[in-house]
């Protein structure tokens, strides 16, 4: 399988400056949500928290003041570099090139002009990326946590069935460390995986599976973050 990894892009802010460009990006994400709300897939109150727009007798209006849902806050998230010395042998490591140290990015991606569009694609896609994993067998596996407690109840199951005499269950249990998969991952394997979940186990009509796809290929390439001095 070909992987085509997904490089960080520099924001060229002298052309149009941050506050522009995320000006734009908010603006966009707002008209999808509009759309949304015409289609019947938003409520109301999803719109009202999301954009910051409050309809009533069919008429839109902008809500000022602390009643506004909408983030305005213009300064990008921060990412900074996390060394796993501890991949390194005690040999290894005190001799090591930095370049060689297996490194994760972190990225502190709150308070973005994305934030509210990410907890609106969290909020309706978790029970359907749920749904569409759990086929068989069951693929779904949101972190280590929930993969250490599936194993813990495997162990619960097999304890009892010892206790009671029963024949054993057989479990083969395989464990792969996928090195940066989800940033890996290419754009439109996302997008299409993202439109066959929505088809198979939503109830949106086609626009609407079509604007939330958008929605997410926004949130996904305009992530802006700051490391060192570069957006």
Not at 27 to 48: P, Q, S
Not at 129 to 154: A, H, M, V
């Amino acid at each position: 399988m070909t992987r085509e990894v997904q490089q960080f892009g520099k924001l060229d802010v002298s052309v149009e400056g941050c506050d522009a460009y995320l000006e734009k990006l908010r603006k966009d994400c707002k008209d999808l949500m509009f759309k949304l709300h015409k289609l019947v897939a938003v409520n109301d109150e999803l719109l009202l928290r999301i954009s910051g727009i409050k309809c009533k007798s069919n008429s839109n209006c902008k809500v000022n003041g602390a009643s506004a849902k909408i983030f305005c806050c213009n300064t990008p998230a921060y990412a900074c570099p996390l060394f796993k010395t501890h991949k390194l042998s005690p040999e290894n490591s005190l001799n090591v090139d930095i370049k060689d140290i297996p490194v994760r990015l972190l990225q502190s991606a709150g308070n973005i002009s994305t934030s509210r569009i990410t907890a609106f694609l969290e909020l309706i896609l978790k029970p359907i990326s749920t749904d569409f994993c759990k086929n068989c067998p069951d693929e779904l596996c949101q972190d280590s946590r929930q993969y250490i407690g599936d194993l813990l109840n495997w162990k619960e199951r097999l304890t009892k069935t010892e206790e009671t005499g029963k024949q054993k269950q057989v479990f083969y249990i395989v464990a792969a460390d996928v090195k940066a998969l989800y940033p890996s991952l290419c754009r439109d394997t996302v997008t299409k995986a993202l439109e066959c979940a929505l088809e198979k186990h939503s109830n949106f009509n086609t626009n609407a599976q079509k604007i939330i796809a958008k929605l997410n290929e926004i949130y996904l390439n305009n992530v802006v973050t700051q490391y060192g001095d570069q957006l």
